[in-house]
C-alpha cells in the first residue's frame, strides 16, 4: 500500500544562518525531481534571541505516478506527526523537542552539536552554560533515530554557510526520494556562491553517511558521557613526577598557559603554589580519596587568575597571526580582497597606572579620583588602531613586548597579594578539614570578567576569606564549609550582590561595605526649564 501522508520537515536555524535559502532548495530539489512539495515560514529574530522556522512537506510519490491527483499540504507540523527535524544550533533542537512536536516512535533528529550561547549564558556571573549531556540526552530520548555532528566545524572547514551542510545532511539521511545528483543540480544554479555551498553540501553528506554506516560506534560515543582525552605533553618530567597522574592533563594546560602569559619562573611559581595544596591535601587524606579534587580545582582557577588581562596581554592577543586568520575566515575574505581591521580600545587610568610603580600609580590614580569627585568623567584615552597598518600592528607588538614592564607594575603586586592571601586560606583550610579548603577552592571560580567586575568578584572572594573563612564563629568546619559554599553560590548567582550579602549575614558575617559614590550635579542645558509634577511634586 503506498504511503498518502506527506514527509514532514522542520528547519531550525539562528538568524543570518539562511534557513530561507535551505527551503527554497529543498522546494527546487523537489520539482526538478518531479515531486510536489510546499514550504511555509516562520520568521524569528535574528542571532539567539530566537530562531526562524521552515517547515517542509514533500509528498513522497512523483507527480507520474499520481497520474494528474494533488496532494493536499498543511501548513504547520502536528505535534508528535514530524518525520524530521533538523536544526543548527543544539540549544534550539532541545527547544523544539520541548513543543513537543517530535516523537521517540516517529522523528528522526539531525542537528549539530555546536552552541551558540545565549544572553542570559553570558550573563550568568558564574558558568551559566546549559549542561550539554542534558541536551544530547534529550535528542537520544525524543527520536526514533538522530545525527549529532559539529556542523559549524564542518561549514568553516567548506568555507561556506551552515545552509549548505544541513542540505547534505538530509540528503544522506535517505529521507527524501531524491538522488545526489539533483540536489547538486539545483546548488550548482546558485552563481558565485555554487562552489561554496557545494563543498558544505559534500561535507554534510559525507558526515552523515559515515554515521550511518558506523552507527554502533556512533551509539557507543553518545551514550559514553566519559569520552577519551588526549594531552598533548608539555609538562616538565621533574614537575609531572610530583603530580598524580589523574591531575596531568588539566596541569599540563594550565601550566602552558601561564609559560605563554609570562616567562618560565613565572610558571615556576604557579607550580610551586600548587605543590602547597597538593602537600596540604595529602597531610589530610594520604590514600586521595578524594582524588586530589581540591588541587585539581587550584590548577584550573589559579591559572585562569594569574593569566589575568591587562594591556599587554590584550595587544598580545589582537596582534597573532592565529587572530588575523580567524577574522579572514570569519569574513570569508578572498586572496584578493582588501581586509581592514579596526580596534578599538579606551584605556584608562586604571589601565596605565598598572604598569607603573606602586608610589606613580597612586598618583595617577588618585588625580582620576580628584577628577570624578569635582563631577567629571574618569580619563579615558580612546583609540583606533588599524591592524592591517604595519603603524597599527607596530604599536602592538611594541604593547605585546612590554612583559618585563608588567611585573614591576602596581597591579602585578595586588594581583598576587591577593592569591597568595587565597591560596594561604587553601592550605590552612584544607589542612583543618579537607571539606573546607575544597569549598575555599572552588572560589577561585568567582574570578572573572574585567574591569568593574573582575574588581568586585576580587572583593567577593576577599570578604569570604577575610570572614567567613577566619573570623566567623561556627560549631565545625564542616558547617564553615558550607557557609562558604552558600556564600559562593549566591555571589555566582546574583551579580547586583544582594543574595550574597543576605548569605554573608546569615551565616554570622558582615555584609560588604558600601562603597562610596561621588555626587554628580547636572547643569540645565539652555533653553529647557525644570517643571514639577502639582500631583507628585516629581521632576
Known amino acids: 500500500m503506498k504511503q498518502t501522508q506527506p514527509i514532514s520537515l522542520l528547519i531550525c536555524a539562528l538568524g ?3 534557513g530561507g535559502v535551505l527551503s527554497e532548495w529543498l522546494v527546487d530539489i523537489a520539482r526538478l525531481a518531479g515531486y510536489a512539495a510546499q514550504a511555509t515560514s516562520i520568521p524569528g529574530v535574528a542571532q539567539r534571541t530566537g530562531a526562524t522556522t521552515y517547515y517542509l512537506e514533500v509528498f513522497p510519490h512523483s507527480l507520474a505516478e499520481l497520474k494528474g491527483q494533488r496532494p493536499v499540504f498543511g501548513l504547520n507540523p502536528l505535534p508528535g506527526r514530524l518525520d524530521a527535524l533538523i536544526s543548527s544550533e543544539l540549544l534550539e533542537t532541545a527547544r523544539q523537542i520541548g513543543n513537543g512536536l517530535v516523537s521517540a516512535q516517529h522523528t528522526l533528529v539531525i542537528t549539530s552539536s555546536a552552541r551558540t550561547l545565549t544572553t542570559q549564558e553570558k550573563m550568568e556571573m558564574g558558568d551559566g552554560r546549559r549542561e550539554e549531556a542534558s541536551l544530547l540526552q534529550l535528542v537520544r530520548e525524543n527520536s526514533r533515530a538522530h545525527h549529532v555532528l559539529d556542523m559549524a566545524a564542518l561549514t568553516r572547514e567548506a568555507g561556506t554557510i551552515v545552509s549548505a551542510t544541513m542540505l547534505g545532511c538530509i540528503a544522506a539521511s535517505g529521507l527524501l526520494p531524491f538522488k545526489r545528483d539533483v540536489y547538486e543540480s539545483v546548488i550548482s544554479e546558485g552563481g558565485n556562491h555554487a562552489s561554496a555551498s ?58 602552558a598557559r601561564v609559560l605563554e602569559y609570562q616567562n618560565e619562573p613565572y610558571a615556576k611559581l604557579y607550580a610551586d603554589r600548587l605543590l602547597r595544596v597538593l602537600q596540604a591535601e595529602r597531610q589530610m587524606d594520604p590514600a586521595g580519596a578524594h582524588g586530589f579534587e581540591t588541587t585539581h580545582e587550584m590548577i584550573r582557577w589559579l591559572a585562569l ?8 596581554r590584550v595587544a598580545d592577543l589582537k596582534s597573532r597571526a592565529t587572530r588575523w586568520t580567524r577574522v579572514e575566515a570569519e ?39 580628584r577628577r570624578v569627585s569635582q563631577g567629571k568623567e574618569p580619563w579615558a584615552m580612546p583609540l583606533k588602531i588599524g591592524t592591517h597598518a604595519i603603524s597599527g600592528m607596530l604599536s602592538l607588538r611594541f604593547l605585546s613586548s612590554l612583559k618585563w614592564l608588567r611585573v614591576r607594575g602596581s597591579r602585578f603586586q595586588q594581583e598576587q597579594q591577593m592569591m597568595n592571601h587565597w591560596i594561604d586560606s587553601v592550605v590552612t583550610g584544607t589542612q583543618a578539614n579537607w571539606s573546607l579548603g575544597h569549598e575555599l577552592a572552588l572560589c577561585g571560580r568567582m574570578i572573572k570578567g574585567y574591569g568593574a567586575t573582575n574588581e568586585r568578584a576580587k572583593g567577593n572572594l576577599q570578604h569570604i576569606v577575610d570572614h567567613l573563612a577566619k573570623r566567623a564563629v561556627f560549631t565545625s568546619d564542616t558547617a564553615r564549609a558550607q557557609a562558604i559554599s552558600d556564600a559562593r553560590t549566591a555571589a555566582l548567582t546574583d551579580e547586583a550582590g ?27 542645558p539652555p533653553g529647557r526649564t525644570t517643571q514639577h509634577s502639582p500631583a507628585t511634586g516629581k521632576r
Open 16 to 18: 543570518g544562518e539562511g
Open 331 to 369: 569574513v570569508k575574505s578572498k586572496p584578493d580582497d582588501l581586509l581592514q581591521v579596526y580596534d578599538h580600545f579606551k584605556p584608562g587610568a586604571p589601565e596605565f597606572a598598572a604598569l607603573l610603580p606602586v608610589g606613580l600609580a597612586s598618583k595617577v590614580l588618585n588625580w582620576d579620583k
Open 198 to 255: 557545494l563543498r558544505g553540501f559534500s561535507q554534510g553528506f559525507d558526515a552523515v553517511n559515515e554515521q550511518r554506516r558506523q552507527l554502533r560506534s556512533v551509539e557507543d560515543v553518545l551514550f559514553n558521557s566519559e569520552l577519551p582525552t588526549h594531552t598533548h605533553s608539555t609538562l616538565p618530567a621533574d614537575l609531572a613526577s610530583q603530580f598524580p597522574k589523574n591531575l596531568h592533563d588539566l596541569l599540563t594546560l594550565g601550566y
Open 305 to 312: 587568575w594569574m593569566a589575568f588581562d591587562d594591556i599587554v
Open 498 to 524: 544582594l543574595a550574597f550579602d543576605q548569605a554573608l549575614r546569615q551565616h554570622g558575617a558582615p555584609a560588604r561595605p558600601v562603597k562610596a559614590q561621588p555626587i554628580r550635579w547636572v547643569k540645565t
